[in-house]
């Protein structure tokens, strides 16, 4: 079976696989602040692309989490894979199921950057967080994170590598929902957010594309970074997945990069776009 949709998948998404989303961007500035301290700037001087408030009409845009990170952390930066892999697998989305993405007067996907005390992260029923292992977040940003999750809201985290990051960001994420009430399990593959469109047999390991590329490896620290399964937090109240982490891996290099290599582009996008549509598709049914 997992042969069967992966060559069906593999057929939609392959015309377009070197054309999507080569447009020029049309960048918005837009200023976020900085730390009042002024310990971790918010590359204030990035320009981002994203749908202003007003804009936002009902209809699905993928929604970044902007956040600033802690020069003690373990990773890139909230902007890793920004804009492609945001643009791309919405696109994809539009592809392979029915649910109206907003567009832009040339067809391409809308998408949302917020930071997590902007008001614009109650209009997201889905938000993706990346390179999670250096975010820092204060009372205020993990306050209103805990309230968007418990209100419905879905959080996924990726591209975290290796147990340093991935004990930085339970050092985050327990500000956000405490250990106590809110454990982090991990998610069998029998779990219903890996059917909701897709029968998903396995999470793969994902690389960045240059490791995979020049190196044929997927496990970007080596014996650090084995391969783990997913994992989430889930509301005790209904069961619901609030936050889906997957680590050890890196979709969003699947989903920013898969022009690059048609090799790649097999192995890794097209499962990777499976997962992507199973996940916000859960998150916006539960």
Known sequence: MR?????ALAVVLAGTAVTLLNGQQSLVQTPF???????????????????????????????????????DGDGGGWFVDYPRADENL?????EVTKIAIGQDRRGRPLHMVTTA????????????MTEPGGAFLDQEEAAHLRTYLLKGGFLWVDDSWGGYAWNWWR???????????????????DHPLFRTLFTIERVPQI????????????????????ETPPRAVLDPRTGRVMVFMTHNTDFGDAYEEEAVSPDYFR?????????????????MTH
Do not use: H, K
């Open 207 to 226: 690389p960045n594309v240059g490791l995979w590329v020049g190196q044929r490896q997927t496990s970007e620290r080596g014996s650090d970074s084995p």
């Open 267 to 283: 192995r890794f996008s097209t499962v990777a776009y499976a997962v992507g549509a199973d996940v916000i598709i859960y998150a």
């Open 117 to 128: 005390s902007e008001p614009l992260l109650m209009l997201c029923p889905f938000i993706m």
């Open 3 to 7: 042969e069967r949709w992966t060559r």
């Open 90 to 94: 919405s696109a994809r989305l539009m």
């Open 171 to 189: 050092q985050q994420l327990a500000f956000i929902l405490p250990g106590g009430e809110y454990p982090v399990v991990d998610l069998p593959i």
């Open 33 to 71: 602040g900085i730390d009042p301290l002024g310990r971790f700037p918010l590359a204030q001087s990035r320009a981002v692309d994203a749908a202003l408030p007003e804009a936002y009409d009902g209809q699905f845009q993928f929604c970044r989490l902007r956040f600033r990170n802690a020069a």
